[in-house]
């Protein structure tokens, strides 16, 4: 029993961050052979969009976004502004009023990033809506390179893409983001192309307007609830690559670490909330990326991470013959010194990937652990705790 736990927490490990992967290149691949994608065209003619914008203390993200926005390459007369800046008391809405053509809609009450988006939807009045941060720079075909999938009337959310800024190796957080986010986007065309992008990012995405279906006022991944919904019901939600979103990496990992407790909290929620993902008489193909891409990294990934190190541990202390079993166990046992000292040195050691990656990895997974536990004894709050950036 113990030699089964040890290698089905092995197995799992490898299929969640290998194999599913692995999997999907083999399945699309097959699919090309099968049916090869047509090219998508330019309209003919830009529909309106409005890109909107949640704010919360963001004055000094305020210029750079703005001149950002004003930069985008899309017919002017066919882009408006909004942001939503609820709870703002850092003269975020006020350096706004500054920019003629942006709309401001602000109330002094903060009750998080879901109730401002559900109350500024009241506001727009285009047929498709462009979701994005107020700290994310958009590449200039951002806004054109989205709206053109919708010429396809399965197409009902299209997700761009995030790409983090990391000067160098020494911010831990900047490397493993960046690290984590290449890795997404990979995995996150191979999605798309087989059936559907298992969750938008909230950094930016679009959808029409007609079909925004307020996410609950206690939801926490307002983003991935919003585009799987949509998904649920018989849509498709497509990647495009060259719809680029930038932003800062986080400061450090304590910082990060705000971030991915408030996703494995939000990941859970969505789980119970959203059962009909893992029927694939339903939703198809997407049952099977939503389980590998994200049930076993919210849930079974974290603890066979524990298990294959107790189980090694129990193993090799119970007197195993078998080397395997001691290689492994002193893989583990690098890995984990390798983690802490990447703890110990960050911030003040550069270019070191031996230690950052360890770290960074184990972080998350610890994340997974407080998520849960917000969760359960609701201590995760609606509204965002900001995470400060490099």
Same mark, same amino acid.
């Given at each position: 029993?113990?030699?089964?736990?040890?290698?089905?927490?092995?197995?799992?490990?490898?299929?969640?961050?290998?194999?599913?992967?692995?999997?999907?290149?083999?399945?699309?691949?097959?699919?090309?052979?099968?049916?090869?994608?047509?090219?998508?065209?330019?309209?003919?003619?830009?529909?309106?969009?409005?890109?909107?914008?949640?704010?919360?203390?963001?004055?000094?993200?305020?210029?750079?976004?703005?001149?950002?926005?004003?930069?985008?390459?899309?017919?002017?007369?066919?882009?408006?502004?909004?942001?939503?800046?609820?709870?703002? @008391? !850092?003269?975020?809405?006020?350096?706004?009023?500054?920019?003629? $053509?942006? #709309? &401001?809609?602000?109330? +002094?009450?903060?009750?998080?990033?879901?109730?401002?988006?559900?109350?500024?939807?009241?506001?727009?009045?285009?047929?498709?809506?462009?979701?994005?941060?107020?700290?994310?720079?958009?590449?200039?075909?951002?806004?054109?390179?989205?709206?053109?999938?919708?010429?396809?009337?399965?197409?009902?959310?299209?997700?761009?893409?995030?790409?983090?800024?990391?000067?160098?190796?020494?911010?831990?957080?900047?490397?493993?983001?960046?690290?984590?986010?290449?890795?997404?986007?990979?995995?996150?065309?191979?999605?798309?192309?087989?059936?559907?992008?298992?969750?938008?990012?909230?950094?930016?995405?679009?959808?029409?307007?007609?079909?925004?279906?307020?996410?609950?006022?206690?939801?926490?991944? @307002? !983003?991935?609830?919003?585009?799987?919904?949509?998904?649920?019901? $018989?849509? #498709? &939600?497509?990647?495009? +690559?060259?719809?680029?979103?930038?932003?800062?990496?986080?400061?450090?990992?304590?910082?990060?670490?705000?971030?991915?407790?408030?996703?494995?909290?939000?990941?859970?929620?969505?789980?119970?909330?959203?059962?009909?993902?893992?029927?694939?008489?339903?939703?198809?193909?997407?049952?099977?990326?939503?389980?590998?891409?994200?049930?076993?990294?919210?849930?079974?990934?974290?603890?066979?991470?524990?298990?294959?190190?107790?189980?090694?541990?129990?193993?090799?202390?119970?007197?195993?013959?078998?080397?395997?079993?001691?290689?492994?166990?002193?893989?583990?046992?690098?890995?984990?010194?390798?983690?802490?000292?990447?703890?110990?040195?960050?911030?003040?050691?550069?270019?070191?990937?031996?230690?950052?990656?360890?770290?960074?990895?184990?972080?998350?997974?610890?994340?997974?652990?407080?998520?849960?536990?917000?969760?359960?004894?609701?201590?995760?709050?609606?509204?965002?705790?900001?995470?400060?950036?490099?």
């Amino acid at each position: 029993m113990l030699e089964w736990t040890f290698w089905i927490a092995l197995i799992t490990l490898f299929y969640t961050y290998v194999g599913y992967g692995l999997a999907l290149g083999l399945l699309v691949a097959l699919k090309r052979l099968w049916r090869r994608p047509q090219p998508l065209l330019l309209p003919a003619e830009w529909p309106e969009v409005c890109l909107f914008v949640t704010a919360y203390n963001e004055a000094d993200c305020v210029a750079a976004k703005v001149e950002n926005s004003l930069q985008l390459n899309y017919p002017a007369s066919k882009l408006k502004f909004l942001w939503i800046t609820d709870g703002s @008391d !850092d003269g975020t809405p006020e350096l706004l009023t500054k920019y003629p $053509g942006i #709309r &401001v809609e602000h109330l +002094p009450e903060r009750r998080g990033k879901v109730h401002a988006m559900n109350r500024g939807m009241q506001f727009v009045d285009t047929p498709y809506v462009v979701f994005t941060d107020a700290n994310t720079m958009l590449s200039p075909e951002a806004i054109q390179q989205l709206i053109r999938h919708f010429q396809d009337p399965q197409v009902a959310c299209v997700a761009g893409e995030k790409r983090v800024l990391a000067a160098d190796w020494s911010n831990v957080a900047a490397g493993g983001e960046k690290m984590y986010w290449s890795f997404e986007s990979t995995i996150k065309q191979l999605e798309s192309e087989l059936s559907s992008v298992v969750g938008a990012a909230g950094e930016l995405f679009a959808l029409r307007t007609s079909q925004f279906q307020p996410p609950s006022a206690d939801s926490l991944l @307002d !983003d991935f609830q919003l585009s799987m919904g949509l998904a649920i019901a $018989g849509y #498709r &939600v497509v990647y495009e +690559p060259a719809a680029v979103a930038v932003e800062q990496a986080s400061l450090n990992v304590s910082e990060e670490l705000k971030r991915k407790n408030r996703i494995a909290a939000g990941g859970l929620q969505s789980m119970v909330r959203m059962p009909g993902l893992l029927n694939p008489f339903r939703v198809g193909w997407l049952s099977f990326q939503y389980f590998s891409h994200k049930v076993l990294r919210w849930t079974l990934a974290p603890w066979a991470l524990v298990l294959a190190l107790v189980t090694n541990i129990l193993l090799v202390a119970g007197n195993s013959s078998e080397l395997i079993y001691i290689i492994l166990l002193v893989l583990q046992g690098l890995w984990y010194l390798f983690a802490g000292m990447g703890f110990m040195l960050e911030g003040r050691c550069r270019g070191n990937k031996l230690f950052f990656i360890p770290y960074y990895f184990t972080a998350i997974h610890i994340a997974a652990f407080t998520g849960l536990y917000r969760l359960v004894r609701r201590k995760q709050s609606v509204a965002w705790e900001q995470a400060r950036r490099a």
